[in-house]
């Protein structure tokens, strides 16, 4: 399905033919990157957002000229605008350049014309990019090999989500499918972790997004390998259209038909590991080599990315095996991946951005694992009230796995709750409630609210807490640190019922 603002199909001039770039919400995660790899090309830069944020002025230190708030004077000079979809027309900047005739380009064309020259390895799927993008990363930095990186969220062993690289080396790219973006990179290099219903809202149906997978696909250079997952069924159809189009394919898995097996898949405590047998020759490496993968991160889903990761470097791009094994062991995380944000006594609280149904049911997973027998206690804030509504027996059946349950209001970011009128955590709570082994469930009214009955839920124990969601559920587990460290745990605050449920202003429906 194409964009009907964007032809993602269409080439891209080189980033020195574009002028001065202005990006609008330049403060975003993914935006902010395509930000960085543009002064690192030393092209002016200048952007706002709609509110100040440590990103932004990390990017004015760099450089960029920033500004909070949308204004049209804010374009200066700029002959080119940078938006990410979720930029509306009315925006008075993107309006005034489409006045102007500047040239608009979507992100992911703006980081197209930085590729001029460039190997390029692009990472899609509906469960897993980033951190397979970070692992592609981390091993071609431990090969030796400079890569540049495009990623939507910071490596936690740079602190930043994009770098230009060695001159001439491979850039990694976290590619996009939720609008199409994903075709505008031509890849030499496309590892497809996983093929999910998600992103309906734009696709309308599974066809039509399993159709924009094969575009993707398309979009290799000549040459160009597919790496994906066998064990998948979206992503099994894909390899073999691929194939049948005479597209090199690699496939991993844990059954007997993939190229590379997976074997010995476990996690344990804050590591996790697995097994790797070549089934055949796949470039440098011969049939029946065997290799151990030994990861210090949690989730047998990370064993799934890091391999994905092991074979877009060795196989790719020709990385040493060796070197980008090392690599991976030492792998730090990336932003909001099972993200450690702190401890209070034996309250450990870890950070997640899952907001699709299988990530919360494999972040909720790996934090059993990572707890060593310790309660696992999960507070998730749904994203969008149509994934919500499409795919609420998924997320209910992914909690279930905790022993706790808080229930955040739905974040609807570009939605209203006045369209989606049935569609609240409520509905959540009682499919949870209905599972075989349900957790204790508890609705909260907000982020203080939430904050505050988690204060009172682990007091005193040794838990491990979750948060989950893509909006800013992030922000309760600081909040809770907070409120433990200074031995506030809410037992005398209360709302009109007692309960201490009352609603407040944060968090709920955007």
């Not at 071609?140 to 990623?151: F, H, K």
């Not at 590991?273 to 055949?280: I, P």
């Not at 796949?282 to 290799?291: D, K």
């Not at 993200?339 to 997973?365: C, I, Q, T």
Request: glycine share 12%.
């Amino acid at each position: 399905m194409l964009s009907s603002r964007f032809d993602f199909t269409a080439p891209v001039p080189p980033a020195e033919q574009l002028g001065p770039v202005h990006l609008i919400a330049i403060g975003g995660s993914g935006v902010s990157g395509v930000a960085r790899m543009f002064l690192a090309r030393g092209i002016p830069v200048s952007g706002s957002d709609r509110s100040d944020s440590p990103a932004l002025r990390a990017l004015e230190a760099e450089g960029a000229r920033v500004h909070v708030g949308h204004d049209a004077a804010h374009l200066g000079a700029a002959q080119t605008v940078v938006i990410s979809g979720a930029i509306r027309e009315d925006n008075p900047e993107l309006a005034a350049a489409r006045a102007a005739g500047l040239r608009v380009l979507h992100r992911a064309q703006g980081i197209a014309s930085l590729l001029a020259g460039r190997g390029v390895i692009a990472v899609a799927g509906a469960n897993g990019k980033t951190t397979t993008s970070a692992m592609t990363t981390t091993a071609l930095q431990a090969a030796g090999l400079e890569p540049g990186y495009v990623i939507g969220a910071p490596l936690a062993s740079t602190g930043a989500n994009a770098a230009p690289g060695g001159e001439g080396s491979p850039v990694v790219v976290e590619a996009d499918e939720s609008d199409g973006s994903f075709l505008a990179y031509r890849p030499d290099v496309a590892v497809v972790t996983n093929v999910q219903p998600d992103h309906l809202d734009f696709y309308g149906d599974l066809e039509a997004l399993e159709q924009a997978y094969l575009d993707f696909v398309l979009t290799l250079r000549p040459g160009g390998l597919l790496v994906t997952h066998a064990d998948d069924p979206g992503a099994a159809r894909l390899a073999q259209l691929a194939r049948d189009r005479g597209i090199r394919v690699l496939t991993w898995g844990e059954g007997a038909d993939a190229d590379v097996r997976l074997t010995d898949v476990a996690s344990a405590g804050m590591r996790s590991s697995g097994t790797l047998t070549f089934t055949r020759t796949a470039g440098q490496v011969r049939e029946g080599t065997t290799v151990s993968l030994a990861l210090p991160v949690p989730g047998e889903h990370n064993v799934h990315n890091a391999t994905a990761a092991l074979l877009a470097a060795v196989v790719g791009v020709g990385a040493a095996m060796d070197r980008a094994l090392a690599g991976l062991s030492a792998f730090a995380g990336a932003h909001r991946r099972l993200e450690l944000v702190g401890r209070h006594g034996a309250v450990e609280v870890v950070d997640d951005y899952a907001h699709n149904a299988p990530k919360v049911g494999a972040a909720v997973r790996a934090a059993r694992s990572a707890a060593n027998g310790r309660r696992v206690v999960v507070a998730f804030q749904p994203h969008l009230f149509s994934r919500t509504r499409d795919f609420a027996d998924g997320f209910a059946q992914g909690l279930a796995a905790a022993d706790v349950a808080v229930l955040l209001p739905v974040y609807g970011a570009r939605e209203a709750q006045e369209d989606y009128p049935d569609v609240t955590s409520g509905l959540l709570a009682t499919l949870v409630r209905q599972s075989p082994e349900a957790p204790e469930v508890h609705e909260a009214q907000g982020l203080d609210d939430a904050t505050r009955l988690l204060a009172r839920l682990v007091e005193g124990r040794d838990d491990l807490v979750l948060t989950i969601g893509a909006g800013d559920v992030t922000e309760v587990g600081p909040r809770l640190l907070t409120r433990l460290a200074e031995g506030d745990t809410g037992h005398d605050e209360g709302g009109e019922d007692g309960t201490g449920h009352s609603p407040d202003q944060d968090g709920g429906a955007a």
